[in-house]
């Protein structure tokens, strides 16, 4: 959704991209991004989503 307004010249990680759209704290942020990338719903590199693996869980 958020890719089309992405440019190639940002270089904002992941957990950044949510802290400025949510009201979440960076623990709850990192907390969650953990679960789902222990569960390998996500796949992250160097800060930067790379992949959604499969449906994200109704928890989330």
Do not use: W
């Not at 958020?2 to 960076?26: C, D, K, M, P, W």
């Not at 796949?43 to 959604?52: C, F, R, T, V």
């Amino acid at each position: 959704m958020y890719r089309s307004q992405v440019h190639s010249h940002q270089t904002e990680g992941i957990a950044g991209f949510i802290l400025q759209r949510t009201n979440l704290s960076r623990a709850q942020i990192f907390r969650i991004l953990s679960d789902l990338k222990k569960g390998e719903y996500i796949m992250i590199e160097k800060g930067k989503l790379m992949a959604l693996n499969k449906a994200l869980p109704n928890d989330y």
